[in-house]
């Protein structure tokens, strides 16, 4: 589980919408945290799944950490994996395989 870098982000990351269970769906729902990445943006309400990354905290301040989009790839591709033709093992679909 991924801690975050204050109370708001922890609470925005986890919005939990009562009418739309996709966050890209509810006007409500700000930032999208991908953990298997690392990543946090903010969503952009046009329909679609679009999100605008973002390196500091719009409530704290705080830089956020380094996104390891790069180093999930190069992990894959070290274990011979294809992320777009095989199958994705699942302690690389959120931030498990970061301790590995």
């Not at 204050?6 to 953990?35: G, I, R």
């Not at 990354?53 to 180093?71: A, M, V």
Request: charged share 30%; with cysteine.
């Amino acid at each position: 589980m991924t801690r975050h870098c204050c109370d708001q982000m922890a609470e925005q990351v986890n919005w939990q919408c009562d009418q739309h269970d996709d966050p890209f769906s509810c006007p409500d729902a700000l930032v999208y945290f991908a953990a298997k990445y690392q990543e946090y943006g903010l969503i952009i309400h046009d329909g679609g799944a679009s999100v605008i990354g973002i390196e500091f905290c719009p409530w704290c301040g705080r830089r956020l950490p380094e996104s390891q989009r790069d180093r999930w790839f190069q992990e894959l591709e070290s274990r011979g994996i294809d992320p777009w033709e095989d199958e994705v093992p699942a302690e690389f679909e959120d931030e498990r395989w970061l301790a590995l």
